[in-house]
């Protein structure tokens, strides 16, 4: 199975403070990176994805930055909320094919 | 409103028993997924179909297996043969034409008793 690592596994951020999560991959064919979003009890729900052609894409309080040659992009959310508080999955894929997640990493933020 | 409806949320079975969990969507997307999901886990797929009456193993399909006869439905059966079944289980669905991510349904969590 293709490998996806994220880190940290866990991360406790005080509140307006920045949350950075990083996801590593290994398929250099992969060409969507996405970023899901889940609460307790609920599916995963598209967060924010870049595509390989750009290195920064941000919408709101949510950057995600991409590093081709390090296999590597990251989700990076400004003035973290509690409400923040989930479990992210990165799941980098490629269209036509099966899109492979990592093992989560779960935020909270203090309020 | 337009999604995916997973039921039941909860669902409870005897050693030896069969059961199936449901997945319906009205997005009208070809694709559609079956993912387990295990605590501190990422999502591992169990079985994905790409259109009406095909269907492909993942990763971890053994003990399951499922059907696609309508386009909106795409039923999970877990078998005696599946071990270890307590888990939480996402269906998810797809339009590959769209290059839209996939949609997900709020999950069944299965308990053995």
């Known amino acids: 199975q293709q490998q996806v690592k994220q880190s940290p596994q866990s991360l406790i951020v005080q509140k307006g403070g920045i949350s950075i999560i990083n996801c590593a991959y290994e398929n250099t064919a992969f060409d969507y990176f996405p970023w899901y979003q889940q609460f307790p009890g609920k599916g995963p729900a598209l967060l924010i994805a870049i595509r390989p052609d750009v290195s920064e894409k941000k919408e709101g309080r949510f950057t995600i930055s991409f590093n081709k040659s390090a296999k590597q992009f990251s989700l990076h959310i400004m003035d973290s909320q509690p409400g923040d508080s989930a479990t992210y999955f990165c799941?980098?894929?490629?269209?036509?094919?099966?899109?492979?997640f990592g093992p989560g990493t779960r935020l909270s933020v203090l309020p | 409103d337009g999604g995916i409806t997973q039921s039941p949320k909860y669902l409870f079975r005897k050693e030896g028993q069969n059961v199936t969990l449901s997945c319906e969507q009205n997005l009208n997307h070809d694709a559609m997924y079956w993912y387990r999901q295990d605590p501190g886990q990422g999502l591992r797929l169990i079985y994905y179909?790409?259109?009406?009456?095909?269907?492909q193993k993942g990763d971890i399909a053994e003990g399951y297996s499922v059907s696609r006869e309508k386009k909106e439905s795409f039923p999970l059966t877990v078998t005696s043969a599946q071990k270890n079944p307590t888990a939480f289980y996402l269906c998810?669905?797809?339009?590959?034409?769209?290059?839209?991510?996939?949609?997900f349904g709020d999950g069944t969590r299965l308990s053995i008793l």
């Open positions: 799941a980098p894929g490629s269209w036509g094919q099966n899109f492979v």
């Open positions: 179909s790409q259109i009406v009456n095909d269907f």
């Open positions: 998810a669905s797809q339009d590959p034409s769209s290059n839209q991510p996939q949609h």
